[in-house]
């Protein structure tokens, strides 16, 4: 036991105030993480839309994401991501107040859209964030410990999201507008008058001006190809939002109550062996090794899903797909962080958020349709596959960085 708590304490150690600050406000907002693991459940249950309709709407939220990362990442390296950060939190909280109002397919899916362009903006200024009051040995540590933020609360939105969706789906809109509300509040009063903490942090308080060093992200050939199969990844993996809880549904009969505590199952296990994980293997192994590994982990749990047993085997193939995640996605922050200069943190960064946000145009889509014509156990092997040809992809593409 005290081996472990010794483990527990290594794990965090060096990581600055401003990290730990960050991330208790992503655990707020993710606190709220009710409406996009029941979005999918709403448009089928509550407004009766099919499953193309489902699946174009999940688009319009790629889209938007897409939209907003992008956006976020420019106006983080012109506006700062003290004032990128702010303002996406407090425009969000109207639209979730006023979403519940629409309920056709026209307007939901436009509301979905400027949703998602409004709060993603948020997250190519988080990262920035995070890379500038870390230190550099501590990169990997402290995107770790902001994901452990986003999956504890993601662990209690999609519980808290279930209960409030046995009353009313609306409920789950205003959960999460309360949530990004009090994140507002509690990141201004914690980084209003926050100093840089470092040399290389007050150069950001200056005039910058790109120089020979400086690529641009959007053309540096390998970036691009390593985001094109971050988007792959991000477009088998996000089935987890879209069509797996609809598997959950039809397939397995769970009800909303047991589908959130599910989803957020998978949260618990992020926070519990996420810091664990990294601090184990970010010194044994290379970023390539561990994506690769963490890619093949992921697409195993997601073929465990045809074999024919009941919910303990769901937590199980959850648990191996949280590994999976545990070992891919904080490495694909501290490439990209890596892979820049100081100048172009916000568009690589962006970037890379965009890559996983594309995604999302396309893949509730494919998932939905390929669920509705060739049924559940085609989609998690064709996911499978993808997540195999990923794999080898990183494996290829990292030995050229």
């Known amino acids: 036991m005290k081996k472990i708590i010794g483990l527990y304490v290594d794990s965090y150690r060096g990581l600055s105030t401003e990290a730990w600050l960050l991330a208790v406000v992503m655990l707020i907002n993710r606190t709220g993480s009710m409406v996009i693991p029941f979005l999918s ?11 193309p309709q489902v699946g174009m709407v999940l688009g319009c939220f790629g889209l938007g994401s897409v939209c907003g990362s992008w956006l976020g990442g420019w106006l983080t390296d012109k506006l700062g991501n003290y004032k990128v950060q702010a303002f996406s939190l407090i425009l969000t909280v ?10 056709t397919f026209e307007s939901l899916a436009g509301m979905i859209f400027l949703l998602t362009l409004v709060a993603d903006t948020f997250r190519p200024a988080n990262s920035v964030s995070v890379a500038r009051y870390a230190k550099p040995e501590n990169l990997t540590k402290a995107y770790s410990l902001n994901r452990m933020a986003v999956n504890l609360g993601f662990s209690i939105g999609p519980a808290l999201g279930g209960f409030l969706a046995t009353f009313s789906y609306d409920w789950i809109f205003y959960g999460n507008a309360i949530a990004a509300l009090s994140a507002a509040i509690v990141f201004i009063l914690f980084f209003k008058n926050r100093k840089p903490r470092n040399q290389i942090a007050s150069l950001l308080t200056t005039e910058k001006k790109l ?7 959007y053309l540096d050939t390998p970036f691009v ?19 797996l809880p609809l598997f959950y549904k039809e397939a397995k009969m769970m009800t ?18 996420e810091m664990l994980l990294v601090h184990a293997v970010e010194h044994r192994f290379t970023p390539r090794q561990v994506m690769v590994y963490g890619t093949g982990i992921a697409g195993i749990a997601y073929l465990m899903l045809n074999a024919p047993y009941g919910v303990p085997w769901l937590y199980v193939s959850m648990f191996i797909l949280s590994i999976g ?6 490495f694909t922050a501290t490439i990209s962080a890596s892979r820049a200069t100081l100048n172009t943190q916000g568009a690589y960064m962006g970037f890379n958020s965009l890559a996983f946000a594309a995604a999302n145009i396309f893949s509730p889509y494919l998932g939905t349709y390929v669920a509705e014509h060739y049924g559940y156990n085609t989609l998690w092997l064709g996911t499978a596959a993808v997540m195999l040809f990923t794999c080898l992809g990183f494996s290829w593409i990292l030995k050229k960085f």
């Open 41 to 51: 459940m709403y448009m089928s249950s509550a407004l009766n839309f099919t499953k």
């Open 94 to 103: 109207p639209i979730f107040l006023i979403l519940p109002n629409f309920k």
């Open 211 to 217: 120089t020979a060093d400086d690529r641009n992200a």
């Open 225 to 243: 190809i390593f985001n094109v199969f971050c988007c792959l990844f991000s477009m088998a993996f996000f089935q987890l939002l879209s069509t």
């Open 256 to 273: 909303e109550g047991q589908i959130g505590i599910l989803l957020g199952f998978s949260g618990f296990c992020i926070v519990v062996f």
């Open 325 to 330: 995640e545990m070992l891919t996605l904080p």
